[in-house]
């Protein structure tokens, strides 16, 4: 079993960044690491996606502003959110798919974001 847990999350100004941080609790690679959010009132929407090879997509919205990125070694992915809207308020959940004997996935606790004044 994989442990996803993320850091990060708080209240911030809009304009402002943040960095949250997805942990892994063990060295195995995830396949694809993703972000997704939770926004109030609406379902769960994928973020940003990072492949192994390197290869991201993003939610149009976030697009030039978020970037993911991950460390294999340091078994992190992390999400870089710049200039903040209060439209991102959510909470964000880690998830990765991996293969353990079986594909599996992982989700994490979530983190709530809070872009207001």
């Known amino acids: 079993q994989v442990l996803l847990v993320e850091s990060g999350g708080g209240l911030v100004q809009p304009g402002k960044s943040l960095r949250l941080i997805c942990l892994a609790s063990?060295?195995?690679?995830?396949?694809?690491m993703s972000w997704y959010r939770q926004c109030p009132g609406k379902q769960r929407e994928l973020v940003a996606r990072?492949?192994?090879?390197?290869?991201?997509n993003y939610l149009d919205s976030v697009k030039g502003r978020f970037d993911i990125d991950r460390n294999n070694a340091w078994r992190t992915t992390t999400l870089v959110m710049n200039n903040l809207k209060p439209e991102d308020t959510a909470v964000y959940y880690c998830?990765?798919?991996?293969?353990?004997?079986?594909?599996?996935?992982?989700w994490g606790q979530g983190t709530q974001v809070t872009v207001s004044e």
């Open positions: 990072i492949l192994r090879n390197g290869t991201t």
């Open positions: 063990n060295s195995i690679v995830g396949v694809t």
């Open positions: 998830h990765g798919n991996f293969v353990l004997g079986s594909s599996t996935e992982a």
